[in-house]
């Protein structure tokens, strides 16, 4: 690989990881949410919501971690 297509998955990794921060943070605040409700409502259809978003942000974060490793690998060649 060239250092210019280098450079460019560097700049990538860079963002990916402000959207990785961002998504964490999102994450944490959906969970504590969920956290907060009183058991009742976390039963409730709201608090599965809650907790079904929280799911989902994190197997989203997940993925872009995976996704960040990835090009991390390629730019290490």
């Known amino acids: 690989m060239n250092n210019q297509r280098r450079k460019r998955i560097i700049d990538v ?8 921060d961002e998504v964490s943070m999102l994450y944490d605040e959906e969970q504590e949410a969920f956290d907060n409700l009183p058991d009742g409502i976390q039963v ?25 490793d ?7 060649r």
């Open 13 to 20: 990794i860079e963002k990916m990881q402000d959207l990785i």
């Open 44 to 68: 409730s259809e709201r608090g599965e919501a809650l907790e079904e978003n929280a799911n989902e942000l994190q197997d989203a974060l997940s993925s872009l971690e995976e996704a960040k």
């Open 70 to 76: 990835l090009l991390d690998a390629v730019s290490c």
